[in-house]
């Protein structure tokens, strides 16, 4: 079943996204990035570029002729889905191929409205009884 996290009171949400998204490369995990709208995907590219500042994260977009062997996806898009492994959910709601993916990490700012939304998706996951971890980055998690 489907391990769900939820990373909360983050400062910034794309720069979390790029750090959890590091953490699991070096785990050789892969990592489908799910970005609400084609400007955020363009965002998540540029931040990838230059994250870590002494580094390159691998990425391109789903429909790239090398998605299939790289290691990170940044898209708007979620079809077509080259890995199951980890989905950082970066939309309001939950995306409907959620359950396919081994891990889905949500990131919850401070921001009011965020939190809200995100109590939604929490209940969402909860009422269908998947396991759900809460890292609260405001302790230094």
Request: aromatic fraction near 8%.
């Amino acid at each position: 079943m489907t391990q769900v996290d939820f990373y909360i009171h983050v400062d910034n949400k794309l720069q979390t996204a790029c750090t959890l998204a590091a953490k699991a490369l070096v785990h050789k995990l892969r990592v489908l990035v799910l970005t609400p709208d084609a400007e955020t995907t363009q965002q998540m590219d540029k931040l990838l570029w230059i994250h870590p500042a002494i580094g390159f994260l691998p990425h391109c977009h789903s429909s790239h002729r090398l998605a299939s062997v790289t290691p990170i996806i940044v898209d708007h898009v979620a079809e077509p889905i080259v890995h199951e492994q980890v989905l950082i959910n970066l939309h309001a709601q939950c995306p409907a191929l959620f359950s396919r993916f081994e891990r889905v990490i949500e990131i919850v700012t401070g921001d009011d409205a965020d939190r809200e939304l995100a109590r939604g998706r929490y209940r969402f996951y909860r009422d269908r009884g998947y396991e759900i971890r809460n890292h609260d980055m405001s302790k230094g998690n």
